[in-house]
């Protein structure tokens, strides 16, 4: 095997990991252990990919591919397991949500292809998005704010980025709508 797919490797790995969380919903120590490897494989990916210079498009897709089934799954253990807290968001979260899937509409529309951005603020997004699980058990619930309003403002950002760039030419690895 060429080392060079290890980054594509653990984005499948984080495909099929997060596919497996909704089968440990009842079961909180399993859940957060397979939820922190599968984190771990997001976090590894990218940084064996870009430390190696094995960055390439394939893995970029992947990445975004595994980094929304993760979301999906998210979303359904939130609503499931901690609904008191997220039922007081729901509007903020569907807004989010209905957002992300325009953003993929405009990329699919505007450049024929599957497009999430890689920005700061949709990577801190993430890792909001990724401890919230643990934040909430931990009572922590005005983390769910934060996140919210974080995610949102990411996903405006990432419209914003995909709407003024040139049909075709969209940089995937885009710090934010301040930089070029």
Same mark, same amino acid.
């Given at each position: 095997?060429?080392?060079?797919?290890?980054?594509?490797?653990?984005?499948?790995?984080?495909?099929?990991?997060?596919?497996?969380?909704?089968?440990?919903?009842?079961?909180?120590?399993?859940?957060?252990?397979?939820?922190?490897?599968?984190?771990?494989?997001?976090?590894?990916?990218?940084?064996?990919?870009?430390?190696?210079?094995?960055?390439?498009?394939?893995?970029?897709?992947?990445?975004?591919?595994?980094?929304?089934?993760?979301?999906?799954?998210?979303?359904?253990?939130?609503?499931?397991?901690?609904?008191?807290?997220?039922?007081?968001? *729901? $509007?903020? =979260? &569907?807004?989010? !949500?209905?957002?992300? @899937?325009?953003?993929? /509409?405009?990329? #699919?529309?505007?450049? %024929?292809?599957?497009?999430?951005?890689?920005?700061?603020?949709?990577?801190?997004?993430?890792?909001?998005?990724?401890?919230?699980?643990?934040?909430?058990?931990?009572?922590?619930?005005?983390?769910? *704010? $934060?996140? =919210? &309003?974080?995610? !949102?403002?990411?996903? @405006?950002?990432?419209? /914003?980025?995909? #709407?003024?760039?040139? %049909?075709?030419?969209?940089?995937?690895?885009?710090?934010?709508?301040?930089?070029?």
């Amino acid at each position: 095997m060429n080392k060079k797919y290890i980054p594509n490797i653990l984005s499948i790995s984080r495909i099929f990991l997060s596919l497996l969380l909704p089968l440990l919903f009842k079961i909180p120590l399993a859940f957060i252990a397979l939820y922190l490897i599968t984190g771990i494989t997001d976090i590894l990916d990218g940084f064996i990919a870009r430390r190696y210079k094995w960055v390439s498009a394939l893995g970029s897709k992947l990445d975004s591919i595994g980094d929304f089934v993760f979301y999906m799954v998210l979303i359904t253990y939130l609503l499931l397991e901690q609904s008191d807290i997220v039922l007081k968001f *729901l $509007i903020p =979260v &569907i807004i989010i !949500f209905m957002l992300k @899937i325009g953003n993929i /509409i405009v990329g #699919l529309l505007k450049h %024929k292809k599957l497009i999430m951005i890689h920005t700061i603020a949709n990577k801190v997004t993430g890792f909001l998005v990724f401890t919230l699980p643990i934040m909430l058990i931990l009572e922590q619930k005005y983390f769910m *704010l $934060i996140t =919210v &309003i974080t995610a !949102f403002l990411s996903a @405006i950002e990432e419209l /914003i980025i995909l #709407l003024q760039s040139s %049909k075709g030419k969209v940089e995937l690895n885009r710090k934010s709508i301040f930089s070029s």
